[in-house]
């Protein structure tokens, strides 16, 4: 009985021949069934299930459906970043294929952040057992006093004493004006204080800029479980005119090893059995570029994988991709960035 990763395992083979073969919808199918297993048996950040969801974004992607393609796209990008170095082929070509998309999409490859929520301020909750201050008494209103109504032999006396009054009032007026003034006149006048400059509030500094992936160093490119997006078919077959980007290697390869600083390739000479085959390619380069290696059985295109070179002048950045085969006839091209046909390899499976 198998168990459920090599089911997963024979669900993914499957998908792959289906889209090899135009079926998308069950290749959809297959691959989401597969994604499911994986999830459940190895976890949701495992680079396993990054490269399904991959390679289901290609699929959405092809059969139009642009929203679920980038989901899918940006999901496996996190997941490939979070559980692998940062110059691993997988984070490499997961954030290629996701930057391809958004620009032929015109979707912005980083969203921006959503605007920041302000929390409403804190109320402070009673403390047990203090009491709560009693709200302020409302400032009581002026009024004048009533005078009480004077009986009518007294009203001369009460005038007298009006008099008296506004008399003694004046003198205490002119009194006190005079003594301001000349309080006023000797006096010293106190010191300005000095102005107090405040300092400003430090504003938070802007979000650094996410660097942009670089090709890996002397990695080689992980061979897909789906066919990759075809790349736009070059316009002619000749040579870069620049002269920039040389081979210095191109081997199909039946066995293929990359452990030590030496890789080994057994050449396949023109002819091989059906099953997988390794393109091997050394290419020379002054400048960061890219090339992609593009399989064809006859004249149908099964598989174009484009592969992210560093700058060198020794003896060439190292990668190469990998291709199930069957009888037939088989050619692989090597073409650089700009579309030119560099190198092309013709072999046969019996």
């Known amino acids: 009985m198998l168990s459920r990763l090599e089911e997963a395992r024979h669900l993914l083979e499957r998908a792959k021949q289906a889209a090899m073969g135009g079926d998308f919808v069950t290749a959809d199918e297959l691959l989401e069934s597969a994604a499911t297993i994986q999830q459940q048996e190895l976890g949701l950040h495992?680079?396993?299930?990054?490269?399904?969801?991959?390679n289901l974004a290609i699929v959405a992607e092809k059969t139009g459906r642009?929203?679920?393609?980038?989901?899918?796209?940006?999901?496996?990008?996190?997941?490939?970043?979070?559980?692998?170095?940062?110059?691993?082929?997988?984070?490499?070509?997961?954030?290629q294929n996701l930057a391809d998309f958004c620009r032929a999409h015109g979707v912005p490859v980083h969203p921006p952040p959503p605007p920041p929520v302000h929390p409403p301020p804190p109320v402070a909750a009673p403390i047990?057992?203090?009491?709560?201050?009693?709200?302020?008494?409302?400032?009581?209103?002026?009024?004048?006093?009533?005078?009480?109504?004077?009986?009518?032999?007294?009203a001369s006396h009460s005038l007298a004493w009006l008099a008296i009054g506004a008399l003694v009032l004046v003198v205490v007026v002119f009194f006190l004006l005079s003594r301001s003034r000349s309080s006023d006149e000797t006096s010293t006048p106190?010191?300005?204080?000095?102005?107090?400059?405040?300092?400003?509030?430090?504003?938070?500094?802007?979000?650094?800029?996410?660097?942009?992936?670089r090709a890996p160093s002397e990695q080689a490119?992980?061979?897909k479980d789906a066919p990759r997006k075809p790349d736009r078919p070059a316009a002619t077959e000749q040579p870069s005119a620049r002269g920039a980007v040389t081979l210095a290697i191109a081997q199909v390869c039946r066995g293929f090893s990359t452990s030590g600083s030496r890789w080994r390739c057994d050449p396949a000479e023109g002819s091989a059995t059906p099953g997988p085959l390794v393109f091997y390619t050394r290419v020379k380069s002054p400048r960061e570029t890219a090339v992609v290696h593009r399989w064809y059985q006859g004249n149908t295109l099964r598989q174009s994988v484009r592969l992210g070179i560093h700058g060198n002048a020794t003896e060439g950045?190292?990668?190469?991709?990998?291709?199930?085969?069957?009888?037939?006839?088989?050619?692989?091209?090597?073409?650089?960035?700009?579309?030119?046909?560099?190198?092309?390899?013709?072999?046969?499976?019996?």
């Not at 495992?46 to 991959?54: G, S």
């Open 46 to 54: 495992h680079p396993d299930l990054a490269n399904t969801l991959n």
């Open 66 to 95: 642009t929203s679920e393609a980038e989901t899918l796209y940006r999901r496996a990008a996190s997941i490939a970043a979070a559980a692998l170095p940062s110059d691993h082929p997988m984070v490499v070509e997961t954030k």
């Open 128 to 154: 047990p057992g203090v009491p709560r201050p009693d709200p302020p008494l409302p400032a009581p209103i002026a009024s004048e006093p009533v005078a009480p109504a004077s009986a009518p032999g007294k």
């Open 190 to 213: 106190a010191a300005a204080p000095e102005p107090t400059t405040s300092q400003p509030a430090q504003s938070t500094p802007p979000p650094a800029k996410v660097p942009a992936a």
């Open 221 to 223: 490119s992980r061979p």
């Open 317 to 350: 950045y190292r990668t190469y991709s990998r291709q199930t085969v069957t009888a037939g006839d088989w050619r692989v091209e090597v073409r650089s960035a700009d579309g030119a046909l560099l190198h092309e390899e013709r072999f046969v499976v019996k």
